[in-house]
């Protein structure tokens, strides 16, 4: 029995299939607890079928963290409404943090899988590369947001942009350990208008000045 796809269509749903079961698993066990035989199993596949496509358990987790991530940096970058006003996009993903976190199933499965292979780079140098990949060029998008933002007047250029990015990552993992205990989570337009004052917050005064049409107040010229 071949465990290869007939085609482009059916290579599509057997990925799906691995992916989803993956999640599970590892969200359910853990890293060291998931075996490769159970995610077949729930995949409705043979252990053969995954070996075809992955070296090994750590890059099916790869891939499972990538598919639970999603695309929403990609999604930001692509929406036009955000043109000239690269803040908004921190606005926005921030306040998207509390609808994702009731988001049904799914969204629990995915924050259990991120945060099991947190646990497990604790102790599995192969868990820690393939998280710190992703992270370093989540970062480096972030701040490439950010001084954007800073060039046209939205953030202050005096706020260290490693400072927003770490703030933003802080922040963004921390919902996981919330999600994990099932906390209680604030109404999303309280969020929503939270995140709203911390990005005024870190605004250039100047342009703000200028957009409402009034000199910058120097105190003590």
Known sequence: MSAQPTSEATADDLGSRLLAAATEVFAEKGYAGAGVAEIARRAGVTTGAIYSRYAGKDALLADAIAAATGTELDDLFSDHRFEGRMEDILRVAGSHLVSRSSGGER??????????????????????????????????????????????????????????????????????????????????????QLIGRLVAAVGDPTAFARSAGAEPDHEGD
């Open 107 to 192: 969204a629990d499965r995915s924050a259990g899988l991120l945060l099991e292979a947190f646990a497990a780079a604790r102790h599995e140098t192969a868990v820690l590369a393939l998280l710190r990949s992703p992270l370093v060029e989540r970062r480096a998008r972030l701040a490439a947001i950010v001084e954007a933002a800073k060039a046209s007047g939205g953030i202050d250029r005096d706020v260290d942009t490693d400072a927003i990015v770490t703030f933003c990552h802080a922040v963004g993992l921390g919902f996981l350990l919330l999600e994990a205990i099932d906390a209680p989570l604030p109404a999303p337009e309280d969020w929503e």
